[in-house]
């Protein structure tokens, strides 16, 4: 591949700067400040959602390479370039399944850079906080059961959120740090002191901060703070935040990117199937087992609307909420990009730097996605 550039408002790690990254063989090789550009447009590093389970009408859940295509060419055309698939609690066949979808979709010649690897998220939660998660499945974690799934998932899986006060839970931290692999604390109804253990056996990230976790409670007149609280009181944990402005609102946005900092917040759509839909019947899960809900005012709704049953947002909107919370457009472009390849530990991407891989999104106006180049391919044009 020639060489190629690419110019504007550069966002790199020491701000904003005009001028143009030179990038060849997917791989970027310059960055070339110039003040004489001018150009309204800004070039970011590629977007990266770590926590996602369709769009398009997809859902990573319904198993098949059109699925999985289909719900990255959605989030593409709105400024991902990275993605994390994300599983529900499942049934073991349908998990190893995707898995194999997930091998063979990362050959495909335009979306294959896009699958980063995948998140699991269950089947090891608690019942008091499973949300929407399908509670047929849950279950404690055994050596056995985890030691099967990470064997069928060898190199396919990057992250994996638990409730850390199950039985095997900690054992389970363990051999994730020594695989690599994001453990993460989610649907869960742990303790401060749990979490504070759990930091101990590899667990280092907090799944969607505010939704399904223990918060603040009172034990016979003394007060105990749950894993809401761990999360601001443990400075190394990390958070994510479905920056939907549905989930929580813009204030709570501004309070959370205040308190954790750019470097310990990353943005999230944790959307469904129904992202790029405005409203109307979808289903959450796979098509076969996913269960009945709606879209209505932003955000998908559990039958009868007294809860949300997940997202329909964005890479494009969780950039333009974060910034009408309060952050500030090189935060903002962070938590969508440098903050979650360190929580995942990817080393390739993330900044726009040089021996970086060559991932840009670029956007002008109120973050109105023009372009995503993924390793150095154009794969969304407007």
Known sequence: MSKQSIGGNLITPNGIIKGAAEYENGIITA????????????????????????????????????????????????????????????????????????????????????????????????????GAQDTRYL???????????????????????????LEGALELGDRLKELGICAAIGHTDAYYEDVLEACKHGYTHVTHLYSGMSALRRIKGYRRPGVLEAAYMIDKLTVEVICDGRHLPLSMLGYVFRAKGPDKCALITDSMRGAGMTEGKTILGSLKNGQECY????????????????????????????????????????????????????????????????????????????????????????
Not at 103 to 126: A, C, I, N, Q, W
Not at 140 to 164: D, F
Not at 309 to 319: P, Q
Not at 333 to 362: C, N, Q, S, Y
């Open 139 to 165: 279950r404690k974690p055994e050596k056995a059961h985890y030691g099967e799934i990470l064997r069928r998932g060898e190199g396919i899986i990057a992250r994996w959120s638990s409730a850390p006060e």
């Open 31 to 130: 960055i070339k400040p110039d003040e004489s550009v001018k150009s309204e447009r800004f070039v970011a590093p590629g977007f990266i959602d770590i926590h996602v389970h369709g769009g398009g009408g997809h859902d990573f859940m319904d198993g098949t390479e059109e699925a999985f295509l289909g719900a990255a060419k959605l989030h593409v055309s709105h400024g991902t370039a990275t993605l994390l698939p994300t599983t529900l609690t499942c049934s073991d066949a349908e998990l190893f399944n995707a898995f194999d979808v997930m091998r063979r979709v990362r050959k495909d010649k335009t979306y294959g850079g896009v699958f980063y690897g995948m998140h699991l998220e269950g089947p090891y939660f608690s019942p008091e906080q499973a």
């Open 295 to 382: 879209i209505e005012d932003g955000v998908s709704k559990m039958p009868g609307g007294n809860a949300f049953a997940g997202s329909i947002a964005t890479a494009d909107r969780l950039v333009r909420n974060a910034i009408a919370a309060g952050a500030c457009p090189e935060d903002a472009v962070r938590m969508i990009t440098k903050t979650p390849a360190d929580i995942i530990g990817m080393r390739d991407r993330g900044t726009l730097e040089v021996g970086k891989r060559a991932d840009f999104t670029v956007f002008e106006g109120d973050v109105e996605i023009t372009a995503v180049i993924s390793g150095g391919q154009t794969i969304y044009e407007r």
